[in-house]
């Protein structure tokens, strides 16, 4: 499976973005999804991950309630709703996928690794 993001950009705190992954193939019930961010100087973080089933989703609490991660099967394509974004919320966007089916929190808290990866894009918080 490949994975291409977009939809990164400059947005002023408290703007929104829409973040969006295009994958080759279908995710639904095949692939486990996650979003991860690396901020400048720091390790890379999971922001939201959703089970290859598509009933789970886990948010890292500081974006949990201002992101929304969704699919759309028949566009093959993952969604990253940003809300409320915050200077902190500033890095490089990546969305990743496994074919497992592991819990949710697994893939975001590094517990299983996301394998392939997309280039990424950019997202800035500044005023």
């Known amino acids: 499976i490949q994975l291409t993001e977009s939809g990164g950009g400059l947005v002023q705190p408290g703007g929104s973005l829409l973040l969006s992954c295009a994958t080759s193939?279908?995710?639904?019930?095949?692939?486990?999804i996650g979003w991860f961010r690396q901020a400048p100087g720091k390790e890379r973080e999971g922001m939201a991950c959703?089970?290859?089933?598509?009933?789970?989703?886990y948010y890292e609490p500081s974006v949990d309630g201002r992101f929304t991660m969704s699919r759309d099967d028949a566009k093959k394509m993952v969604y990253l709703q940003m809300d409320n974004l915050e200077p902190e919320d500033s890095g490089i966007y990546y969305c990743?996928?496994?074919?497992?089916?592991?819990?949710?929190?697994?893939?975001?808290?590094?517990?299983?690794?996301?394998?392939?990866w997309g280039h990424g894009t950019q997202v800035t918080v500044s005023p």
């Open positions: 990743a996928a496994d074919p497992s089916g592991f819990p949710a929190n697994y893939y975001c808290t590094g517990m299983i690794s996301f394998d392939p």
């Open positions: 193939e279908t995710t639904s019930n095949w692939y486990s």
């Open positions: 959703m089970k290859s089933s598509g009933d789970e989703l």
